[in-house]
């Protein structure tokens, strides 16, 4: 190991107490607020305020009559906005959040899960996706009459992991009924976080009926075998996406062996799989995971994509290191010099205010997001605008 990583690794020891649990061991019940000592201040927390707000706005009035968000046959994207505008924690968008739900609710199926049916294509429902990200907004919506839906979908989730001792083994896909087997480290971190928020559900489950939960060990080496490790050169510590889907390309490691290139929103979604699969801040995956973050830490792409799924990026970033309780982050030396420092001298990066600042800048006069980059939806506004607006909730305090 190297001088600079030997620094970075000291410094992460510094910043991560090796005492203190994640937050995602002791978050707020789903639908409630951060506390008020967690709300964060200051000018780039009250900019990113006035940003949800303008969000919270512009999504507000792209409302579909049903209630749903961007493209109706992916109730997912619906749900993302749904969870923007609980994030806003306006009282005015309650309406909102109500239809929201509704429509969510209208695409429950009977086998539990939470998507819309595709006739003639099987797998074109995008299931598990879909049910992932419901599952999760619904958690936040505060709404009464959800407990038989959660439980239902937590059991369609638990079924849509795939067994066998394959590369795909203990992951999840887009849809348990696609015609060809398949998992990725994105769907599988969308279930991860949507079982693990909704676990308390099960105490409400009626006596005598069995307890839905994936198999926690399995998903936790699927998203292993995805995380890059020694001899793995500029990809070390970083997450690649799927074995059937390099995504930022291959390069080759010690002894010809061919690397899945590591890349940004990938690495986060890594990281939040590690943190929902309990690993402790000592843990050296975690501890490698951080190190690539510190190595590659920027704002102007997603880095080993360039501008595709930025606005994920942002909000993928948010979340895990918000649920990791992280607040800084080792600065690498990526201004070449040898003790890792910025050159204003500063040896961590303050993410939160970093990426308050960087989105609200982003925002348009109306309040909307958008990419030029259209790859993975992102050409959809409303979708981006969501993405943003979670992403500067959880950035300030406001959701945890």
């Known amino acids: 190991m190297n001088s600079n990583k030997l620094l970075a690794c000291a410094t992460?020891?510094?910043?991560?107490?090796?005492?203190?649990?994640?937050?995602?061991?002791?978050?707020?019940?789903?639908?409630?607020?951060?506390?008020?000592?967690?709300?964060?201040?200051?000018?780039?927390?009250?900019?990113?305020?006035?940003?949800?707000?303008?969000?919270?706005?512009?999504?507000?009035?792209?409302?579909?009559?049903?209630?749903?968000?961007?493209?109706?046959?992916?109730?997912?994207?619906?749900?993302?906005?749904?969870?923007?505008?609980?994030?806003?924690?306006?009282?005015?968008?309650?309406?909102?959040?109500?239809?929201?739900?509704?429509?969510?609710?209208?695409?429950?199926?009977?086998?539990?899960?939470?998507?819309?049916?595709?006739?003639?294509?099987?797998?074109?429902?995008?299931?598990?996706?879909?049910t992932a990200l419901c599952l999760t907004a619904l958690s936040f919506s505060g709404r009464k009459d959800i407990d038989r839906v959660v439980l239902n979908a937590r059991t369609f989730l638990a079924s849509s992991q795939l067994e066998g001792d394959d590369a795909f083994a203990g992951g999840f896909g887009y849809d348990k009924s696609a015609p060809k087997r398949y998992a990725d480290l994105n769907n599988t971190a969308f279930v991860i976080e949507a079982m693990r928020r909704t676990q308390h559900f099960e105490d409400r489950r009626p006596a005598g009926e069995k307890k839905a939960d994936i198999?926690?060990?399995?998903?936790?080496?699927?998203?292993?075998?995805?995380?890059?490790?020694?001899?793995?050169?500029?990809?070390?510590?970083?997450?690649?996406?799927?074995?059937?889907?390099?995504?930022?390309?291959?390069?080759?490691?010690?002894?010809?062996?061919?690397?899945?290139?590591?890349?940004?929103?990938?690495?986060?979604?890594?990281?939040?799989?590690?943190?929902?699969?309990?690993?402790?801040?000592?843990?050296?995956?975690?501890?490698?995971?951080?190190?690539?973050?510190?190595?590659?830490?920027?704002?102007?792409?997603?880095?080993?994509?360039?501008?595709?799924?930025?606005y994920f990026f942002y909000d993928i970033i948010s979340r895990a290191l918000s649920v990791a309780g992280i607040d800084e982050i080792p600065r690498a030396s990526a201004n070449g010099d040898e003790t890792g420092a910025a050159k204003d001298g500063a040896a961590t990066v303050d993410w939160r205010g970093e990426l308050m600042a960087k989105v609200a800048s982003l925002q348009k006069p109306d309040g909307s997001f958008v990419n030029r980059n259209g790859r993975f939806w992102e050409n959809d506004p409303v979708l981006c605008t969501a993405y943003s607006a979670v992403s500067l909730a959880f950035a300030a305090g406001l959701m945890r």
């Open 12 to 130: 992460l020891v510094s910043i991560l107490p090796l005492t203190h649990a994640f937050a995602a061991d002791d978050a707020a019940a789903p639908g409630q607020s951060a506390p008020a000592e967690r709300v964060v201040e200051g000018e780039s927390a009250a900019a990113a305020r006035e940003a949800v707000a303008k969000a919270a706005a512009y999504i507000a009035a792209a409302q579909h009559e049903d209630g749903s968000f961007s493209n109706r046959r992916f109730p997912g994207l619906t749900a993302i906005s749904l969870w923007a505008l609980v994030g806003s924690a306006d009282a005015k968008y309650d309406e909102a959040i109500r239809k929201a739900g509704d429509f969510i609710l209208s695409c429950v199926q009977d086998d539990g899960g939470i998507y819309v049916r595709v006739p003639g294509r099987a797998g074109g429902g995008l299931s598990t996706y879909n």
């Open 215 to 310: 198999d926690w060990a399995a998903a936790l080496a699927f998203a292993e075998s995805l995380h890059n490790g020694q001899g793995t050169g500029d990809s070390e510590g970083g997450f690649a996406y799927s074995p059937a889907d390099a995504k930022a390309g291959t390069a080759e490691g010690e002894g010809g062996k061919v690397v899945l290139r590591s890349y940004g929103s990938i690495t986060y979604s890594g990281l939040l799989s590690l943190v929902y699969c309990r690993l402790d801040r000592t843990d050296p995956r975690v501890r490698s995971t951080i190190d690539w973050v510190s190595r590659h830490w920027t704002l102007e792409e997603n880095p080993g994509v360039g501008d595709q799924g930025l």
